[in-house]
């Protein structure tokens, strides 16, 4: 069993287009995340919820929009695609420890999004 | 925020070659995690290790906390570990992870 899985894992949209990246993870986390990586393989945070809650809103447009409906979800919709956004998009889980600062995140295979 | 400057940024190594990977971190952090970002894309879990040294078959890692620098070791190289290595950090728990920009590994047959 794939322990955080995203679908779908390719996704080739015209510019302008409104498309949706979902994640599950089954591994029991309170806390998932987004990142996404650029062509020159750099990767960076973009948001973070724990327990439905969002903690973590990087500077991103707000085109990007994530949504968790329980802990073991975390979707993200992008609306009016732009070239710039094409990327390797991924999603993490982990679970907070309070105080114990043992945040080991765990990976899925990424969605390559591609803006024609 | 905190910077993460990896090093080689490239390496080209032969089968069964060792090498150190270095990153160096900017101020004191509660997590730091050592990913293998293979061919296929996949970012695999290789460490987690704040401080201390660690040890998994040909791999191992060593973190000084105080000195602000993480290593990895790849003894006898193998073609399967091509691919891009990342160290990532975080500064507070359940905050997020800054990754540094990576050490591409190609090694020859």
């Known amino acids: 069993d794939t322990a955080v899985s995203q679908t779908p894992k390719y996704l080739v949209t015209q510019m302008g287009n409104d498309k949706s990246i979902k994640c599950e993870q089954n591994?029991?986390?309170?806390?998932m995340y987004w990142y996404k990586q650029d062509s020159k393989k750099f990767l960076k945070i973009m948001f973070s919820?724990?327990?439905?809650?969002?903690?973590i809103n990087e500077t991103v447009p707000n085109r990007f929009s994530p949504k968790s409906p329980d802990k073991a979800h975390l979707n993200l919709h992008i609306n009016s695609l732009e070239l710039g956004d094409s990327a390797v998009y991924f999603c993490a889980s982990s679970q907070y420890y309070a105080g114990l600062a043992k945040n080991i995140q765990y990976f899925g295979a990424g969605t390559r999004l591609s803006v024609l | 925020g905190i910077q993460v400057e990896q090093s080689p940024p490239d390496l080209i190594l032969q089968e069964g070659a060792n090498s150190t990977l270095r990153c160096n971190f900017s101020?004191?952090?509660?997590?730091l995690q050592w990913f293998h970002q293979n061919p296929w894309g996949q970012l695999i879990n290789l460490f987690y290790i704040p401080s201390g040294t660690k040890q998994n078959g040909r791999l191992s890692a060593t973190t000084v906390a105080t000195e602000r620098y993480s290593l990895l070791y790849i003894s006898s190289s193998q073609t399967t570990d091509s691919g891009v290595y990342f160290c990532?950090?975080?500064?507070?728990?359940?905050?997020?992870?800054?990754f540094g920009g990576g050490t591409r590994v190609l090694v020859k047959p």
């Open positions: 101020d004191s952090v509660n997590n």
């Open positions: 591994l029991g986390h309170d806390t």
């Open positions: 919820y724990n327990n439905k809650e969002l903690i």
């Open positions: 990532a950090v975080e500064q507070a728990a359940g905050n997020k992870l800054t």
